[in-house]
């Protein structure tokens, strides 16, 4: 692709010669003729020179010698130019002679359905929704446009995504909640999860994560949401739009998530609790109680950041502060029996 | 179904018109005509009146104008109420023309086989069995009646399940155990898993859980316990009765853990611990000791609750408590140089 | 078997009658005639000679009326004689009726395919290889000889396994990485992860544990490294060799891990952390920073251990240094008073 057309489609401006040919989008160490590099940082432009690699940078960085392209935001120009020079993989649209359609199965346009894969009665799927190996589609499931199921995952019964939504390897959309009532001998009773979940458009999901649908109404995941892998989503759970949840996140039942949260990995969150817009809470944490919104949360139990880092560096010097109130206590002694 | 079907198939006692008919259990704010509530609290009541719903409330709540369920337990009726008003949701019995049996497979009667299921050699299904799509049975496998295997169960070679076990979609139950042996140049020498798993009657596990298959001998869950999603249970574990253990539970090699015990979620279990009968361990806790029978605990590492919350309130309360002890050992200065 | 073969499998030297028959490894309370039993401690000999069992037992162990084999490291001997008295489970070579090949796929010498396994185009397998049902192998994959994919494995396109690679059930190689650049709406735009991951000899991973593919470049995990159920390698992560992981452990992305690393369970591992050659993790810990090589660490987050013990246990006196420092506050302000 021409350097001009990249670009177009990148949204940023040209500088240098724009008819260089880029063909792959590389890390700095594999910088050379014909690729382009996305550079973080201005001291990364004389490697990059040296190299004769293209190169996407940041408008207000120096100049450079390097044929380039200048944008307001490098990230997200980086991952709009691996779009736009990705080698296409989409599966060719059809359905896999293997691949099982139950009855009235409505597929869009360029749907593609792969070996094995199983899809039960009253489904629909919309434009160009790819069904890999193995996926399983149970009963009065409603898929929107573009969505990806990579192999094995599960679409269990009455659940709807949006447009967009990619679930990876392994995930599981509708598992049974984990709901029990404790009986006068102590047994625990089933209560059967008669509830489903929604997925909404652009949602995103890891391998091997699980959202469980709710007991009664709908476990919903909002607009544009990201959850990475090892994700657990309780029943009646309802996470708000442009979320993203690293890897480990385990979401207690019907707890909410506002809009624009950022949780970061191994984070364990109880159930019935409220965490506002715009909070975060950073890795290895734990919630036990609402958080506020816009707030900056650490710790077990979560609270916010900077005193969490005041008190865990107290807490290293504890047995110094133990040792010296030992001392302090003989002075008074002295000093009382003197 | 009539009320009075209803209040007898729940154990309750009919309170107003006993032939009205009820549809669905729904959650309060869905209540109307021809549906029911559960009620956890008389405050509630007024509300289900005005919405012209039935009620199941507890045996000593305040009068109602509504029709209703009298119960002792609310929760457990309401389990059982969601249980006799659920569609039948069970596939038909039958193999599918793709479910794969080996030699030797002894079904019962009204068993159900889901598409690309495939089950290997020498393996017995009780009666109503159902092994849904995907699910992966290899040889010498036990089942009791009214199991339900959900998509892309597995359960490798020698392992055994009660009566009525569920396990959800992507279980494995029988992989190998994580055992090897550090030889001269510490280099992990693998140590072979021979033994199995045996999950007791009435045993659930939720979606994309693992128990592994003990070194020697067998890896247990008694009858009734309750595992959800993403629990690991490694070899020769020792589950006892009735337990319920929350999400994302990790429990390491060839621990106990007693007979009602209840684990909150996010806990990691350390090996070869012993943990009481009818303990409790909340959620996001860790488990390096044994726990006594009964005892309730917290933290990382756990130990008493109540003693967990004072440590925790003093821990943020931690650079306040230091800053105290330096200006107190100023005083005491001026009082000795004094 | 005889006990001198057995013994020469193992390395190991015959103690008493080299011609008796071996017919299984047992734990020491099914000792029988027939069995041999490892004993850890040579408190446990007189049982075993009481029940004619045959011993495994190390070199400078008391003398015992037991035939037996001594060993330099009884755990590794356990090891080995477990794998000599297998019974071989191996599935028999050849492709089931029902696996699929695409096209350009190179089979080895005695290869196995199992129902339903599915394998795109463009792949190679080494010699024996065995691909149980259900496994998804997606284009231009490389596989070494004698790996061994469980049920429901996945391995996407593009990723490479070298030689005795085992994956348990339901373990994913190749998910995409969570990579996303926020935009000026803080919306999440995907980054394509169009990198691969690695794989080389003797790697063994647990079951429903995911390995994401780099987003440039190669996720790597390194020769002997050994990781056990429900582990998270993100994008770009390199673990060295000889690495043993417990389940639970959650890798973020562009971590570097040394040689011979040993990691407890349920450990969170931040992004960009180094930690050194022959370091040690306890379980239950987090690792926000880096860690040097050969040190041990415990606590969230992870420090040195001895001192994390001592925190602790200062920690679980917290209330009381509280309250002593405020009793000692008194006593000098009566000192001051006076």
Redesign the interface.
Known sequence: MRLDELARRIGGEVAGDPSIEITR???PE?AGPGTIVVLSDPRQIPAAEAARAAVILSQDSPPTSSPGIRV??A??A???A??AL?LQ?APPPGVHP?G?LGERVHLGAGVSV???A?IADDVTLGDRVQV???A?I?DHVQIGPDCVL???V?I??GCTLGARV?L???T?IG??G???????E???????Q?GTVALADDV?I?????V?RAT??VTRIGR?S?L???I?I?HNVEVGE?V?M???C?V?GSTTIGN?VLIG??V?I?DHIKIGDDAVVL??S?I?TDIPPGAVVA???A?PRM?QR??????????E??Q??RK??Q??RQ??GG
Do not use: C
């Not at 890891?206 to 699980?210: D, F, H, I, P, T």
């Open positions: 989008v590389v890390p594999e307001r935001n990230r997200v980086f991952a709009l691996l779009r990705m993989k293997t099982i792969g070996p094995y199983v890999h190996a193995h399983v149970e990579h192999p094995h599960a269990r019964h990619v990876q390897t392994g599981v598992s049974d984990f709901g029990y009532a404790q009986d006068g102590r047994r625990h009773i089933p209560i059967p008669v995103e890891g391998a091997n994560s699980a469980d009664l109404g544009g990201k990475d892998n090892f657990h309780a442009d993203a690293a890897a480990a385990f207690a624009r990995g191994s364990a109880g890795g290895d734990a036990p710790g077990h139990p609270w005193a005041r008190a865990e560096a107290a807490f290293q010097r504890l047995p502060v133990v010296q109130l302090l206590e002075r008074v000093l009382e």
